[in-house]
């Protein structure tokens, strides 16, 4: 089983910037952000596949970048002019290999190892 720590989250204003981390135990396919905002569903985020391609939702294209140090083991989510809308728990979720295409973990396949979740308040 893979084992997913996410760490990073805060508060911050409008216009400015966090960086969210996921430390990971073991080999991966598929890794991804979600986020869950109070009375809203899940959503997809950012996902990268083991090969290092990246897909975004297109709330946040241009303003997040997901990464992986394949070396330490960390997923990163980089998150620049933040948004009050963006506020919300963001989890970090993996999947063993073999993993769907990334598109399809966006739109909601469920992913097999989520994180517990660090809250981003963007006011």
């Known amino acids: 089983h893979v084992q997913l720590v996410e760490s990073g989250g805060g508060s911050v204003q409008a216009g400015g910037s966090l960086r969210l981390s996921c430390g990971y135990t073991?080999?991966?396919?598929?890794m991804a952000w979600f986020r869950q905002a109070p009375g809203k569903e899940r959503e997809g985020v950012a996902a990268?596949?083991?090969?290092?391609?990246?897909n975004y939702a297109d709330s946040v294209k241009g303003r997040f970048t997901i990464s992986k140090d394949n070396a330490t083991n960390t997923l990163y989510l980089q998150m620049n002019n933040l948004k009050p809308e963006d506020t919300a728990v963001y989890y970090c979720?993996?999947?063993?290999?073999?993993?769907?295409?990334?598109?399809?973990?966006?739109?909601?396949?469920?992913?097999?190892?989520w994180g517990k979740g660090t809250q981003v308040t963007v006011s």
């Open positions: 979720a993996a999947d063993e290999p073999p993993s769907p295409p990334t598109d399809a973990v966006l739109a909601g396949y469920l992913l097999d190892f």
């Open positions: 073991s080999n991966v396919g598929d």
């Open positions: 990268m596949d083991s090969a290092g391609s990246a």
